[in-house]
């Protein structure tokens, strides 16, 4: 998986430099990329990685919603595919796998944090049972123009037994 860090890197470069589904400005370096990594290496979040022909087509991980021990069973999603594998599926198989983790390791709910224009992640998502819990106007400013974002849920039958502490 480390190994594919570049392509990773090159996948969300590509992303932050001519979309609105990242909100940052500047690309990362392979440092910041590695960080994050070993950041999800070490909290035990999942990362996959979708191939086509050899090369990364997609990744996808989750992460900590928010940083309070009451949200310690909801994880926000991240799903990434490179320009030239949309609309092929490659969602799909980044986020089936994300659910099924989320599932195995007790959590509950599944948060999508999506730009409000893209509709090709929006329909992803609620393909899979997110539905829109929130709507943001104008909360991110980039390309000369305010955006919007929508939260998407997916609440999940686990844990059995949830604890507080």
């Known amino acids: 998986m480390e190994r594919d860090l570049p392509e990773m890197l090159e996948i969300y470069n590509t992303i932050i430099l001519h979309t609105t589904a990242v909100y940052q400005y500047a690309p990362q370096t392979m440092g910041q990329r590695r960080d994050w990594y070993e950041a999800k ?12 022909e050899g090369r990364v087509a997609g990744f996808s991980s989750f992460g900590p919603f928010r940083a309070w021990p009451a949200y310690k069973y909801t994880v926000e999603n991240s799903v990434y595919v490179d320009a ?79 604890i507080e502490g």
């Open 41 to 52: 290496q070490k909290d035990h979040y999942p990362v996959f990685v979708a191939e086509s």
């Open 84 to 162: 030239e594998q949309r609309g092929k599926g490659i969602g799909k198989l980044l986020i089936a796998p994300l659910i099924d983790a989320a599932r195995e390791r007790d959590l509950h709910a599944i948060i999508a944090s999506i730009d409000a224009s893209n509709a090709a992640s929006l329909r992803l998502h609620r393909s899979f049972g997110f539905e829109e819990v929130a709507h943001f106007k104008q909360v991110g400013y980039k390309f000369g123009k305010w955006l919007d974002l929508k939260f998407l849920e997916l609440v999940l039958e686990t844990p059995k037994h949830p």
